[in-house]
């Protein structure tokens, strides 16, 4: 398999370097989510651009935040962004998807085999999950807000050590809602990455951090 020239002119379009090897197995993953995306509503990232100014574009703020060994739970992962691209951006972390919708697992469980990729995928709700495993990290994208968020983790950080949220521009908002209903009391915030979503310089994606205050956080200040 060689690279297609319309993902290769989208990484160069984005400025986005990734090793030919690396960029083999991306492109495989994309092909095949577009693949069942004609039988389930996966993703509306279907061009080579937007899989890369979307995708693969807030995969890359995340994989440098990780830390070799770790175990990371995508929870509600949806299409497998930013699980799968994860597991072949780092193959020295434990990647585990977890989405509850079971119709989206199945087909999740399905793109991971034929990827061939070390990935366990879970249908379940992360509150049952958290129940049986532990993580260190739990990264998310466009699951719910800040205060949903952390509301959902108040009775399972035993079972975590941070939460890795991938949010826009609205991010302030849901941060300034979350301290108004408390739901950030005891807890630390952090922003770990800023990066443009495009040409307006106003629009911006960001990685926040949120840990409870004291010693477990500690690693990670």
């Given at each position: 398999m060689s690279l297609d020239p319309e993902f290769a002119a989208a990484l160069d379009a984005h400025s986005m370097e990734i090793d030919e090897v690396i960029a083999l197995k991306l492109q495989a993953y994309a092909e095949t989510m577009w693949r069942w995306n004609e039988q389930l509503n996966l993703t509306r990232h279907t061009t080579w651009d937007l899989y890369v100014s979307?995708?693969?574009?807030?995969?890359?703020?995340?994989?440098?935040?990780?830390?070799?060994?770790?175990?990371?739970?995508?929870?509600?992962?949806?299409?497998?962004?930013?699980?799968?691209?994860?597991?072949?951006?780092?193959?020295?972390?434990?990647?585990?998807?977890?989405?509850?919708?079971?119709?989206?697992?199945?087909?999740?469980?399905?793109?991971?085999?034929?990827?061939?990729?070390?990935?366990?995928?879970?249908?379940?709700?992360?509150?049952?999950?958290?129940?049986?495993?532990?993580?260190?990290?739990?990264?998310?994208?466009?699951?719910?807000s800040i205060a949903k968020?952390?509301?959902?983790i108040e009775p399972h950080w035993a079972s975590v050590d941070r939460l890795l949220l991938i949010k826009g521009p609205k991010w302030v908002e849901e941060r300034g809602e979350a301290r108004h209903l408390g739901a950030l009391a005891n807890l630390q915030l952090r922003r770990v990455a800023t990066y443009p979503l495009g040409d307006d310089e106003a629009s911006e994606g960001v990685i926040l951090q949120i840990w409870p205050a004291g010693a477990r956080g500690a690693r990670y200040n």
């Open positions: 979307r995708d693969l574009r807030d995969c890359l703020q995340l994989a440098p935040l990780l830390e070799a060994g770790e175990e990371v739970l995508d929870l509600g992962s949806g299409n497998g962004v930013p699980g799968i691209p994860l597991a072949i951006l780092r193959p020295d972390i434990d990647v585990s998807l977890a989405e509850s919708v079971a119709k989206r697992a199945n087909a999740l469980g399905e793109i991971i085999e034929e990827l061939e990729l070390p990935v366990p995928v879970y249908a379940a709700r992360g509150e049952d999950l958290l129940e049986d495993f532990r993580f260190s990290s739990v990264v998310s994208r466009a699951v719910g968020f952390c509301r959902w």
